[in-house]
């Protein structure tokens, strides 16, 4: 086999190495807290948890697949059944120790499967695997017009949502743009964007593709609509402190003019009030 080589960021990764066949009866798992994988996704993930490490490390060393499933719950160290229904196969080709003495695994997202059960890992105290379901998906068809059209919409607002919060990583637009291949745009989208996880989990469980990016536009459309609500109270709310700023400042100004004409015993100056006529 050749050795290919991707780059994720400054970080060369080596696509040549076999991999196992995965073990759906014992699959181990690795949980992020928040984090929804999608096929055919590469990205990286913060380990912080030993028992994640030691998962991720061997899981590179044996070249074996491992499972990606998000919990429930990111408030719990150490999950039970606190786990999403779907998840992906994944391999890990490559853990990093960081100069901030934190491990981050680069994993690449395969195929999805549906979790049957789950039970502790005897070798890795903490972690967990589980017997899996695999299930296929369908491809997108680009022959089909309306996906055409459904999939530059869903890349359109992928970039205004990117461009408006700072959850989405900024590298993400230029991914956007340049990705070609339709399932992969949507899985890549679909990965990134500052959605609940609850909402991407229904997201992942969506088998044709087609559904997948109608129910991702759904979504992005509402959070879309949450970041413009959002910026608008912001707005208002900068406008307001701002006149309150303006008002403090020309109360400050009036005392400096009327301790300069009449000292410490002239009359008091009134708060400045809007051009609004009175009735009297």
Not at 14 to 31: A, C, G, Q, V, Y
Not at 175 to 192: G, K, M, W
């Amino acid at each position: 086999m050749n050795k290919e080589i991707v780059t994720v960021g400054q970080i060369e990764i080596d696509n040549s190495s076999k991999m196992t066949e995965p073990d759906f009866n014992n699959l181990p798992l690795l949980t992020p807290r928040d984090l929804v994988l999608f096929p055919g996704v590469t990205i990286p993930i913060s380990l912080g948890r030993e028992f994640s490490r030691e998962l991720a490390k061997m899981a590179a060393e044996r070249h074996t697949y491992i499972g990606v499933v998000a919990q429930t719950d990111p408030e719990v160290e150490f999950p039970t059944d606190q786990l999403c229904d779907y998840g992906v196969m994944a391999e890990v080709v490559k853990v990093l120790e960081m100069p901030d003495e934190k491990t981050t695994a680069i994993v690449r997202a395969h195929g999805k499967f549906k979790i049957l059960d789950v039970r502790s890992m005897e070798s890795i105290p903490g972690a967990l695997e589980a017997s899996v379901k695999p299930i296929r998906e369908t491809s997108a068809r680009m022959t089909d017009k309306e996906m055409v059209a459904l999939v530059n919409t869903v890349r359109d607002t992928a970039v205004k949502i990117v461009k408006k919060t700072t959850e989405a990583p900024p590298e993400m637009v230029l991914n956007i743009v340049d990705i070609s291949d339709p399932t992969l745009l949507i899985n890549l989208i679909a990965t990134h964007m500052p959605l609940p996880v609850s909402a991407k989990t229904e997201i992942l469980a969506t088998p044709r593709i087609k559904e997948r990016a109608y129910r991702l536009l759904t979504n992005m459309a509402r959070s879309e609509q949450m970041l413009d609500i959002a910026q608008s109270i912001h707005d208002r709310t900068r406008q307001k402190i701002s006149d309150q700023q303006r008002n403090v400042f020309l109360q400050q100004q009036l005392e400096s003019i009327r301790e300069e004409l009449y000292g410490d015993e002239g009359p008091t100056p009134t708060r400045p009030t809007s051009a609004k006529k009175r009735r009297s």
